[in-house]
């Protein structure tokens, strides 16, 4: 039995012969007995490995679709550079492909974060209603011209002030890093995504910057093998990354 306290329910759980893992219940977690709990004193560098091994679990087990799809989005930029010589025709045309792809490929990324039963995945994982589409298109559009609009008065005010406006636009991007996932798996209005995104990540922003640079090893080591290992390291990332949404999701339920 587990004795309730401020942060955790009265839990009983039925034991019988056998080895048992014992840890916090969550969506990362492989404890055999999960206890459902807000105590924060579980290290936040184990939440990122049960996360991180999760995922390798996930996509190991199914690797040939999200493979498949990293290797047309890689294509499908390779195409749009190669077509597209005028370069601000080039920035329209690529800023639409990286839209629609990113939203495709994130809930492809999204709906194999949740398969806890291992279930075959297939392409239509990647179906998403239209108005979820739209509403992640226009978001990660006005992104992209908020992003290049800041770019350009960095450029125009100076140096100092460009940098400290391209620190700005690094800690904003962290804060909204989950609005895509949380349309995508809430389908809530995008003002709505953004405020969520800001609230999950609110007292962890430091922890989801590790995290995403925890990676770049992983990086690293596509860029030696000439890009070839980056198509299973991009599904990797992926799913890591909606897989740690989804555990701070579960936490801040329990709060």
């Known amino acids: 039995s587990v004795i309730a306290n401020a942060d955790t329910p009265e839990q009983t759980f039925p034991l019988q012969e056998g080895v048992y893992i014992i840890g916090r219940k969550s969506n990362a977690s492989t404890a055999t007995i999960g206890i459902v709990t807000a105590d924060k004193s579980m290290s936040r560098e184990h939440i990122r490995i049960e996360v991180k091994k999760d995922a390798k679990r996930k996509l190991n087990a199914y690797w040939n679709i999200p493979v498949v799809v990293t290797i047309a989005v890689f294509l499908i930029e390779a195409i749009v550079s190669g077509i597209f010589r005028n370069a601000s025709l080039y920035y329209v045309i690529s800023t639409l492909a990286t839209a629609f792809t990113g939203v495709f490929t994130t809930m492809l990324f999204l709906r194999i974060a949740k398969n806890d039963n291992l279930e075959k995945v297939t392409f239509s994982w990647m179906n998403i209603p239209s108005e979820k589409l739209i509403k992640c298109v226009v978001y990660s559009l006005i992104m992209a011209l908020g992003t290049t609009l800041i ?72 860029v030696v093998t000439f890009g070839i290992g980056l198509v299973w390291i991009f599904p990797y990332f992926g799913i890591s990354f909606a897989n740690y949404y989804l555990e701070l999701k579960y936490n801040k339920q329990l709060r």
Not at 154 to 176: D, K, M, N, Q, T
Request: aromatic share 16%; proline share 4%; net charge negative.
């Open 151 to 222: 770019q350009y008065v960095g450029e125009w005010v100076g140096p100092l002030a460009g940098f400290l406006l391209a620190i700005f636009v690094a800690v904003l991007e962290v804060y909204l890093s989950f609005s895509v996932l949380i349309i995508l798996d809430t389908d809530v209005p995008i003002l709505n995504a953004i405020k969520s995104s800001m609230d999950l990540i609110e007292g962890r922003f430091w922890d989801v910057v590790i995290f995403s640079l925890s990676f770049i090893p992983w990086f690293l080591l596509g």
